[in-house]
């Protein structure tokens, strides 16, 4: 389970299984996460994290998005 990013409080990772799916991060915070699809960026899904902070980590998702791209092919294409 790789880390790819980390931002203030919050950790930006790959599942090993992941390789079947469409690009996307895990985004975990203490005891809250979300999963968020690359290309386009859009949440598809979370638990525990409030409105405003799943809009700070999406925005922070389409900032980093070409490099989170890179790491997914890096790390599934690689």
Do not use: C
């Amino acid at each position: 389970m790789p880390t790819v990013l980390r931002n203030g409080p919050y950790r930006f990772f790959f599942y090993a299984g992941d390789r079947d799916e469409p690009p996307h991060v895990h985004v975990e915070r203490d005891k809250d996460i979300a999963k968020f699809w690359l290309d386009p960026v859009r949440l598809q899904n979370s638990g525990g994290f409030s409105r405003t902070e799943l809009n700070r980590i999406q925005k922070l998702v389409e900032e980093n998005k070409p490099d989170l791209l890179r790491s997914w092919n890096e790390y599934f294409n690689g």
